[in-house]
Nanobody
Framework: QVQLVESGGGLVQAGDSLRLSCSAS????????MGWYRRAPGKEREVVAF???????KYADSVKGRFTISRDKADNTLYLQMDSLKLEDTAVYYC?????????WGQGTQVTVSS
């Protein structure tokens, strides 16, 4: 069973930066969509950013200009660079990878932004 493992979350102050990472326990082929989602307390899970068709990145309006999604094909890792963090970015962040016929989720990493 392939597992995705996120890391990089933590407690930061508003305006700080964090970089999340997501790695697979084994190399996956034909990954056509890689993304980050988050669930804030009391809210539904929402998409944050994703990469499709290889390298086309899409972002939620709430994070445009502050977050950057990227992937390192060599080490099979997905990243989310989060800059200018706001209180409302506090959430559990999950990575999601899709291959034909399969969808994989990480266990989540907590990001807490304080004032």
């Amino acid at each position: 069973q392939v597992q995705l493992v996120e890391s990089g979350g933590g407690l930061v102050q508003a305006g700080d930066s964090l970089r999340l990472s997501c790695s697979a326990s084994e190399r996956l082929s034909n990954v056509y969509n890689m993304g980050w989602y988050r669930r804030a307390p009391g809210k539904e899970r929402e998409v944050v950013a994703f990469i499709v068709a290889g390298d086309i990145a899409k972002y939620a309006d709430s994070v445009k200009g502050r977050f950057t999604i990227s992937r390192d094909k060599a080490d099979n890792t997905l990243y989310l660079q989060m800059d200018s963090l706001k209180l409302e970015d506090t959430a559990v962040y999950y990575c999601n990878w899709m291959t034909p016929g399969n969808e994989y989720w990480g266990q989540g990493t907590q990001v807490t932004v304080s004032s």
